[in-house]
């Protein structure tokens, strides 16, 4: 028996928290969760043609709008309809390049006019709010309170 053997074989780990079986179920779960080495070789090339696909422009997508709202939040439109004059014009995918493009200090509404050569209006009530307080206040009202995992 060498050093590691007598040491193992001497050692006995007790847990108040940690069971016999707690142990062994997560270690079931993590390996049905992986999956055998031919599952998941098999999950791999299926990710690896979804992404040929997409880079080949023949996958199927469904815009981030339709998903968000087929679980119940507003949709992104009706946001920016609330915060701004002249998003339609404007177009959804510029009106959030350009709120994400804000310095958090800035004034949103001039910060905005900059951006958008001044084709988008933020609505009074909005318009004393900095850019990361007008991202807050936008994100809070799509998706129902502060996203603590989103930066400003």
Known sequence: MG??????????????????GSFIREILWELSWHGSPEDSEKIS?????????????????????????SLGFISTRAVYARFFDGSED?????????????EDAEPAQDGLQRLLEGKLQVRAQFAALTGRELRKAVREEQY????QAASG
Do not use: C, N, W
């Open 90 to 102: 404007v177009g959804r995918d510029k009106v959030y390049r350009a709120l994400h493009a804000l």
């Open 144 to 147: 129902g309170g502060d996203d």
């Open 3 to 20: 050093k590691t053997d007598k040491f193992l074989a001497s050692e006995v780990v007790k847990s108040e928290r940690i069971t016999l």
């Open 45 to 69: 090339q299926g990710l690896k043609e979804q992404v040929a696909e997409i880079d080949a422009g023949t996958a199927k997508t469904v815009p981030h709008e339709d998903v968000m709202e």
